[in-house]
């Protein structure tokens, strides 16, 4: 599986910046909205040190990390859900990506500009999540409509199906209508499921990144305490970054460098490394690996996976095929520093269909074609 991370907020609060920070690319960053008209894409890799410590210990060269796509979706305004600042075309971006990594401008700058004449966190996070329901509001009932004609149907499967939509689809509409986001909503796991083919964008997990300056770096930010608030009462994930200092701290080259400048900084990780982690634990997320004497791959996958679903991220041959894995835990070959030793003492299973995946597991899956 993959993890899509769509960055959006409000023009002018720093969403480029920190793309370019997060994935190394130099894009646009010009002091008036809508510099980014189409979206910018970045791909990055998954820090995880037991990659490299799985393939130093088996001696293999080669080592392919899981990857999360980061993309950077033009500001939004108010009115985007009717297409007021090209919002239409930008919505539509948002439909794409697992996460909604909302940044919210907690600085103040007058060489900056801003939408309105003051920052005021709560507020610009309300007109971005209104536009989002709003957007989702016209979805629901759209599909309605449709559902309204098929109870028409002399198909009595199709009409009872109909029934069941519509139903639901009004039950939507009016949490909507009130300004509840769908994933606050008080649905039934199937209703959940059901829903899931619509695609809604109040449906997905958000996770708020509160762009601080530098003197707000473990210090207290009034903004920043704002967002916290916010956040608190939709139970969503907040973090900070300096978006101008991580912008600096990825355009340096070496690593020692990089080190020195981020404990000048007294910055304990990069901002990808927390956002990542935050990210994975938002939808669930966890890593096992794979090595086959030549190359040593991570892949993430969604927790309480079983073998063969794990097996069907590499390829649907190996899920539909799916004979048994051998598993081994990493932390064991870190400890025992060889197969062979790990082997010796019993650490290395053989599991079959109902094996819950753990993180940290190297397997081997074995399938028939």
């Known amino acids: 599986m993959s993890l899509n991370c769509g960055i959006i907020g409000l023009p002018n609060v720093g969403k480029s910046t920190i793309f370019s920070a997060l994935t190394c690319l130099s894009v646009k960053a010009e002091n008036y909205p809508f510099c980014t008209i189409e979206p910018n894409l970045g791909m990055v890799e998954v820090p995880d040190e037991r ?18 796509e980061f993309v950077d979706i033009a500001g ?9 600042g090209l919002g239409n075309q930008f919505l539509s971006h948002i439909r794409e990506v697992n996460v909604i990594i909302h940044i919210v401008r907690c600085f103040e700058n007058p060489d900056i500009s801003h939408p309105y004449e003051d ?7 309300e007109v971005i999540n209104m536009e989002l329901i709003l957007a989702d509001l016209e979805t629901t009932e759209k ?19 109909a029934q069941a939509k519509v139903a639901l689809l009004e039950k ?51 903004f920043s305490e704002s967002v916290k608030n916010y956040a608190k009462k939709e139970n969503a994930s907040v973090i900070e970054i300096c978006g101008k200092d991580e912008q600096e701290i990825a355009g340096i080259e070496t690593e020692e460098e990089r080190q020195e400048f981020m404990k000048m900084l007294d ?15 938002l939808l669930g997320l966890e890593t096992f690996f794979t090595e086959n004497g030549k190359e040593v791959r991570a892949w993430m996958f969604k927790k309480g996976s079983t073998a063969p679903d794990a097996a069907g991220i590499i390829h649907t041959d ?16 870190f400890e025992y520093e060889s197969k062979t030793n790990i082997k010796e003492h019993g ?9 819950a995946v753990k993180d940290g597991d190297v397997i081997l899956f074995h399938f028939k074609v």
């Open 318 to 333: 190996f899920r539909e095929g799916f004979i048994k894995a051998e598993v081994f835990q990493c932390n064991d070959l």
């Open 76 to 84: 939004l305004v108010e009115g985007a859900s009717k297409g007021e």
């Open 143 to 161: 599909n309605l409509q449709k559902n309204i004609k098929l109870l028409k149907s002399q198909d009595q499967k199709l009409k009872k199906q």
């Open 172 to 222: 939507l509409q009016k949490e909507l209508q009130k300004g509840i986001p769908v994933k606050n909503m008080d649905l039934k796991s199937e209703e959940k499921k059901s829903i899931k083919e619509l695609n809604l964008l109040s449906n997905k997990e958000v996770l708020y990144v509160c762009n601080i300056d530098e003197n707000s770096i473990n210090n207290e930010n009034k």
């Open 267 to 281: 910055l304990q990780d990069l901002a990808l490394n927390r956002l990542i982690k935050t990210a994975y634990d």
């Open 119 to 125: 920052i005021d966190p709560k507020r610009d996070i």
């Open 347 to 355: 650490k290395i299973r053989i599991e079959g269909k109902d094996y």
């Open 51 to 68: 990659l490299n410590k799985i393939a130093d210990i088996l001696n293999i060269e080669k080592r392919i990390p899981a990857t999360v």
